[in-house]
Every structure is written in C-alpha cells, then in structure tokens.
C-alpha cells in the first residue's frame, strides 16, 4: 500500500486538495469487467487460447459480459466448455458486491457498494450509486471515486477523508449492479419491455477528472453499442472544474459535460469550491468555450446549488447570464441538499422561482432540480459512505502506519 499524504495548499495556506490515501489491491482473481477488448484479448492469452481464436472469443465474452450481464462462466454457453473452466480458474465477472439496499418513497434507489481492499484497512472500501426513475427516463448516478479529494463547502462527499481512485472495472461495475437488481439486461424480463436505466451521470462520489483514465475506459465500455449500450448523449460528466482535463473529456470521451460552477464571482467561488483557486472562473468558462462537439444541440449544463443567502441574489442571476453568453449552455438549478453537521441551507422557494425566472427570460433553459431520494439521504451531495466513520483515533493510527511504510 503506497500512502501519501501530501496536500496542496493555496497561497493563501488553504488545503486545496487532499492526496488519495489508499490505492486499489487487486484481489488474487481478478473480475474482467472493465477491460477493453483488446486488454480481454491479452487475458485470454494468458490462459493458452490461440492467437487465431482471440478476436472470436473476445466478441463472445464481450456480448455474455456487457450486452446479457452474464454473472459467471456457466451461463456462456457458446463458449466451450475447456475454455470456461480456464477463465474460471483464473478470473471472475464479479462486480462491486451490494451490501445494502434503500427505496425511497420517491422509488429512487440507493445502493452502498463494497470494493475490495488493500489488506492493511480494516475497513473495506464503500461506494454509493443511486437510481432515479423518472417518467420518461432513469438515471443512474455513478461515483468515481471513494470520497473525493476536492473540499467543496457544501459538499458532504468532501468531507470525507478516506479516497481511492475507483478502477475502470468499479465504474462500469456500478451500471451492472443497477442492471442486476432492476433485472434490466437484454434478454431479461424488465418491467414495461423498455430498458430502465437509459441515461448515466457521473455525479456520485469523487472527480471524475481527477480519475481521468478510468472514467474514460469505463465510460467508452458503458457507450459501446454490442453491450451496454448507452449512447453518448445520454452520459453526462459533471466536474467542479478540473480545467486541463476539460477539452481530453471532449476529445476522449465525447459525452456531454456539466459544469459545477455555484457562484459566479471568484471571490465566493473560491470559499465554495476551493479548486477555483487553482482554475478561477475565466479559466474555467474558456474551456468549455473550446469543448469539442458543444452546439445548441449538445448545450454544456451548468449546475448551480442554491444556497440561501450566499449565492441566490437576482445579482448572481443577472452576472450568471453575463459570464455564459456565448456558451451554448443550459442552466440546472439544484436546491442545496442539506446533510448531518452543514451549516449551509437551502434557498427559499421564492427566491429559487425568482432566480429561474430571470434565466429563464434571459433566454436559458433553466429546470430546478427536484430534489430525490432525500429521505435516504440520496440527493446530489448528500453521499458519503460508511468508510469515512473512522473515528479521530483510527485516522491517526492510520497516518502513524503510513509514515512508518
Ligand atoms: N465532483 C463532481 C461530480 C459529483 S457532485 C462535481 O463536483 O461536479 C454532483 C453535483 O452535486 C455537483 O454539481 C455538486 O456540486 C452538487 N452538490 C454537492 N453537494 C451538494 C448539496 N449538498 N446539495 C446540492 N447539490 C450538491
Ligand atoms: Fe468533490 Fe464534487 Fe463534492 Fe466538490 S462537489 S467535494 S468536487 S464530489
């Protein structure tokens, strides 16, 4: 287990970011959910499969995995049987195991996730992915990260301190397991025939661009249209602002991108999502100028949490509709969702309506956004898992083990 420690401070002394403290062990079997094809072609190497058979074998695994959801190797029956007990032996189709489920009254789902772990945490590592039916749509919001090493004011995520960057396997793990439970693959009996979760957003726990190459692997695995199949269009990759990595996301991924931008002055903005220090407001907004595939067609979303008294004036409106003009962009209003120990509060109603409305005539699209599966503590920002409830002492003895490695 490497452990680092380091923080990146401002200027001005404040803790910018945290260094994740752990990093991933593979368990001795490893799942090959989350390779590409040609990473599955490799494996398959490994366990003696000839080279002319690979790109046939890859196809069939790749359509058992990602397009049926296959669990295990007996199910892959157009495999043959020597090759199916190899892979056995040596790998798994295992996702992030499911260690509780909640339903909101809203019907939102919240699933916390267990990871495997490097051998010196007790504590395993935890995820949490929600899903959010709606009439037309369900979405499933996946997380990044364990924790997140940013520090945003009003984020309880933030507050966690224990992170690990997820793998490519772990992101792509969290669509199957939603796939799983709601009995939604391809040839299973889904309720009403249509697919239900349809469309994907990165906005659980963690950055996403600070996991750059996982989140990309996974998201062009989840796009691909032999398995999973969810198109580009339908995957959304929200980020507080990582800048360098804003046009790769373009270029790389090619989803649609989501901006959480909260306040529209450095000044507030700084104190709210700290990582502006780093890349203010004109940095920030110059990048989604250059982000590659933005048109009025494919409008960049610009996420702005509404907190009362902080960020909410019909100022803050009138300045957002200034610093968006000429950014083919639509603007998502989040009522702020409080959690345990925030000092924050939500917006009055009033004041929510007010602000919309003046985006709204500026010319935006500017949809609130209804706030799900509060109740289980599912709303945007409210998740942080059970591996953050290390008390001081533990965190301490923690650090003490780190140095002395
Ligand atoms: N780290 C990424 C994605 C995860 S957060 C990001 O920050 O964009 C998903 C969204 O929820 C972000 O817009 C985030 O700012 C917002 N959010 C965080 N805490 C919130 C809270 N308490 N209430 C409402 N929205 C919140
Ligand atoms: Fe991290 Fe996003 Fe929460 Fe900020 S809002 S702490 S970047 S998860």
Redesign the pocket.
């Known amino acids: 287990m490497t452990v680092e420690l380091i923080e990146t401070t401002s200027p001005a002394g404040l803790v910018l970011e945290k260094t994740p403290l752990e990093t991933y062990v593979a368990p001795a079997k490893p799942s090959l959910i989350g390779l590409s094809r040609a990473e599955l072609a490799e494996r398959l190497g490994w366990i003696g499969v000839p080279p002319a058979q690979r790109k046939m074998r890859v196809q069939q695994l790749w359509h058992w995995i990602y397009f049926r959801g296959a669990t295990n190797f007996d199910e892959m029956t157009s495999i043959s049987k020597e090759t199916r007990a190899e892979l056995q032996q040596h790998f798994t189709v295992d996702r992030p195991e499911v260690v509780a489920e909640q339903i909101s009254s809203d019907g939102t789902r919240k699933w916390l996730l267990r990871l495997p772990s490097g051998d010196k945490i007790e504590r395993p590592h935890e995820i949490e992915c929600v899903y959010i039916p709606e009439t037309d749509r369900g979405t499933l919001c996946v997380s990044s990260?364990v924790g997140?090493?940013?520090?945003?004011a009003?984020?309880?995520?933030?507050t966690q301190r224990l992170v690990r960057n997820l793998t490519a396997g772990e992101i792509v793990g969290q669509v199957m397991v939603a796939r799983d439970r709601l009995n939604d693959w391809a040839d299973r009996d889904t309720p009403g025939g249509g697919r239900l979760v349809t469309n994907i957003v990165m906005m659980?726990?963690?950055?996403p661009l600070y996991n750059f190459d996982a989140v990309r692997d996974a998201l062009l695995i989840v796009a691909d249209n032999e398995g999973i199949g969810i198109s580009r269009r339908r995957i959304t990759l929200?980020?507080?602002g990582v800048v360098p990595n804003i046009v790769r996301a373009g270029d790389e991924i090619g989803v649609m991108l989501a901006i959480?931008l909260h306040a529209v002055r450095d000044e507030l903005r700084n104190e709210l999502?700290p990582?502006n220090r780093k890349y203010p407001i004109a940095e920030l907004l110059q990048a989604c100028r250059d982000y590659p595939g933005a048109s009025n067609a494919r409008r960049i979303t610009f996420e702005y949490v509404m907190i009362k008294g902080v960020n909410d004036s019909l100022d803050d409106a009138k300045l957002l509709v200034k610093l968006l003009k000429g950014i083919p962009a639509k603007i998502n209003l989040i009522p702020f969702n409080p959690w345990p120990g925030t000092a924050y509060e939500c917006s009055e109603w009033d004041q929510i309506e007010q602000f919309s409305e003046y985006i709204f005539n500026a010319g935006y699209s500017s949809p609130v956004r209804t706030p799900r599966g509060r109740d289980i503590l599912a709303a945007c920002?409210q998740l942080k898992s059970e591996t953050e409830k290390l008390s001081a002492r533990e965190r301490q003895a923690l650090r003490a083990m780190a140095m002395t490695d």
Do not use: D
Not at 148 to 152: I, V
């Open positions: 990260q997140c090493t940013l520090n945003c009003f984020c309880h995520t933030g659980g726990m963690g950055e929200s980020t507080s959480s999502v990582l920002g």
